[in-house]
């Protein structure tokens, strides 16, 4: 048995980066501690695809990785219009040879920001965002706002490492010396912690967040009474709390992204912290979802100058959000070809969009089975990343952490597989060409 | 052996006291020799021959880069271009994506870039952006004047321990040399707040003063191939010139055993302010030139404007924020736990504004007035105050009087009050343009000893061919020249053929690795563990940047004086 110490964890944004595991005969025999449940169920391992695979007459058959790789890179090749998707939970050395397969093929290369936390991009792009990392949260604020979000369910290891519940330097006290300010429209596990729980009604976030910016530019006349289920006395009582802040930091998720107004409301939501930045320090963090899904952000940014629904039919990269992004590019029926890779659009895209998904060929790259493989065409099975593979993450605050081998895997890593589609896929062309 | 000979051309070569010689240049396994046997042969035909161009001081690579990336697809979509047979995907002007920087330089000839701030904790993300830039041989200075455990080394005066921990830093982010920005101010930022040269950060007790003249004599200690490398407080700030020069006069008393500076300041147009308001605002370019050319300890980068749209982005979290204060504009912002911070908002240089104006002609009048060139050196501090790809720009008006004088006239009409350049009639002969584009920006960076910025034999096969001749005069055709060079050549392979990208070979990656005494590091490492333990929301573990960043490593090992 061998203890493996400072693991990092590869399922939520937080990257804990501090888990001890057991490690014998190849295997994840104990997660000691540091991970949460979800985390180590995770490093522990689960239910695999256990072969690359590809359809037949409607099922799908065992076949080697040569044969499911030769057979992938026919169906990119041979597409007019491929969409690459996914990206989020893998490491960005696999990013980055998707980025250089879309180049190659003239794909579209979409990940699943365009269904979380694109908003929150499109809202950057309007207003920029005020920020900083999750141990300046941890040794400095005095006031923390999760808006929209449920980090004792979602991110169960965010409060106690990075925010409310943590000690730090100015922060010997822990919560107790500490105000928790949950913005919600039903009472979850969060706001059950709550020094202030705003249940706001269902999209009126929109409302609150102006109301709150209205009062922090000192124009509390014009609040009315009640905002978005709000009075105005809680709004004022919060407004108050929020100015006497030392530092202050708002943590935002799904639960205003994607209702209502959604970019806009996040727009709202970084003026607002603009607002109270003129009374103390705020900042001002989105909630990301999977380990890497702010990775393939950057890398994606730095390689193609975007972060997301990017078009490379022209040979140089078009971003157009709305036209571009996976789901919108399915309901117009426009991709005839799909690789998805570590996401599951199977399970979290809309119905019009799985529709025209199931009826095109798809490639499917990921360790474990999802919905989205009972219609993959072709299949192949990846090592887990932070268990089986090593490679670069960035944590929702976008610093950069290594994730940790800790066993030998059967399977390839993603890159590896994404790069022998890219030979293959360069080999048909070359061919074509002569 | 692959060897090359450019023969016939002009050769500019400072380092060597190579002055506009007709002169062979051979290159062998991609290094400068004597003579060659068997070489592929580029003729010149009379044109300017220079080593290849090193950048002492640009934002090309890390975190806040791309945060400038990510929150202007309006930049990005200028810039656009299509993939070649050799070339990957373009985009940007102001915040070019990876590739592009790479391209772009290499087609200026230039064929090193120092990255000129990096944040430790995310030292690995400049690292990925680096290695994903083609061509250009490249190094990052690792941010530490904000760092707690700088501050507190400081303030207990213990110079051998924070010399530990700056050798440790420089190994851990595999970084160059030490970076300071707005020290004090930054950690102030934390609080909402900022400070200047002489104020005392809260908390740490220590003024930026004792920051700036503790790092400065650690560095010396090690004996970094760089000196210190500094944006002084209160950058922007009308009348902030008296603070630039107090800054110099800080390590006036500071030894070192390296032929070079002890510190370096950047970006010397923004810290070359006279007036008290932006009303009365004018050029002190004259009083900071005075200082540099009566005194031998320090040198500058101009950080020249480049009128037009562009993406200011720096360390200094609190100027961002009055940046933005003043313009409106959408304003980026990230504060780095107990080390650093960062800020991003767009910026338009325009020359219908008298700020803008007289902070346009301050940059190339400190080029002028500074009279010795082997103290300055050409930067634009891309992005800040304009694009690197502007350059060229910036060399047409340097060696062009008459050039200068046209680009003037069409400014607001403050510059022929509050501004210096119209007045002064010094040209730069295209000597004086090699020292501050390679000679000066290898020595102050210590580079010249491993094999940059010169031509003489053991340097590196960097070359710069560009299509003009020593006689050219005319402005437009200067920079035309240094836009596109005729050819590019680094480490002996041609990457550059008539204004085209034709090779893409990967950099190497330049870093320190300072030596010291063992009980002397684990001392240090005692307080350091601490900072892991209780504050850093990462593990001691897991914060060195790994081999696996590094692919193409190039080390300079140095070691502790006693």
Partial sequence: MVEVTDVVCSLCGCVCDDITVEVEDNKVTKVKRGACSVGKSKLMGHNRIKSPAIRVNGELKDCSYDEAIKKAAEILAASRRPLLYGWSSTVCEADKVGVELAEELGAVIDNTASVCHGPSVLAIQDVGLPSCTLG??????????YWGANPAEAHANHMKRYSYVSKGFWTEEGKKAKKLVVVDVRATKTTKMADV???IEQGKDYLVLSALRAILYGHADVVPDEVGGVSKKDLLETAEMMKGAKFGATFFGMGVTHTGARQNNIVNAIQMTRAAHTHTKFTITPMRGHYNVAGINQVCTWETGFPFAVDLTRGYAWYNPGELSATDLLIRQECDAALVIASDPGAHFPGESIKHLAKVPVIQIDPFPNPTTEFADVVFPAAVSGVEAEGNVYRMDNIPIRLRKLIDSEYPEDEEILKRILDEVRAIKEKESN | MAEVLIKNGVVYDPLNGVKGEKKDICIRDGKVVAEVKNPKVIDAEGRVV?????DIHSHIAGGKVNSGRLFRPEDGRKGLEAKTKVCRMQSGYSVPNTFAIGYRYAKMGYTFVMEAAMPPLAARHTHEEMVDTPILDNAALPLLDNNWMTMEYVNGGDIDLLAAYVAWIMKATKGFGVK?????????????????????????????????????EANEKLEMPHSIHVHTNMLGHPGNFEITKETYDLVKGVNT???RQVMHTTHTQFHSYGGTNWGDFESKADEIAGYINQNDHATIDIGSVILGDTTTMTADGPMEYNLYQITGRKWTNHDVELETGSGITPFLYSGKSPVNTIQWAIGVELALLVEDPWKIALTTDHPNAGPFIGYPILISMLMSKKRRDESSADMHKVIYDKALLPSIDREYSLYEIAIITRGMTAKALGLHEHGKGH?????????????MSPEETDAGKIQKAFLNTKYTIKGGQIVVKDGEVVATPDGKTYFVTPECDDKLTDEMMVKLKDKFDRYYSVTLNNYPVQDAYVPNPYEIKTQMRG
């Fill in chain 2, 50 to 54: 220079m080593p290849g161009g090193v």
């Fill in chain 2, 257 to 259: 055993v390296k032929d």
């Fill in chain 2, 455 to 467: 031509l003489g034999v053991g340097a590196d096969g960097d070359v710069a061919i560009y299509d």
């Fill in chain 1, 136 to 145: 300046e949260v941890k040794n400095r604020a005095d006031v923390i706002i």
């Fill in chain 2, 180 to 216: 300071i920005v707005n020290p004090g101010g930054t950690e102030m930022w934390g609080w909402g707040k900022n400070c200047s040269l002489n104020d005392t950060v809260p908390t740490f007790n220590v003024t930026p003063a004792e920051i700036i003249k503790g790092l400065g």
């Fill in chain 1, 197 to 199: 729980f705003l249940q």
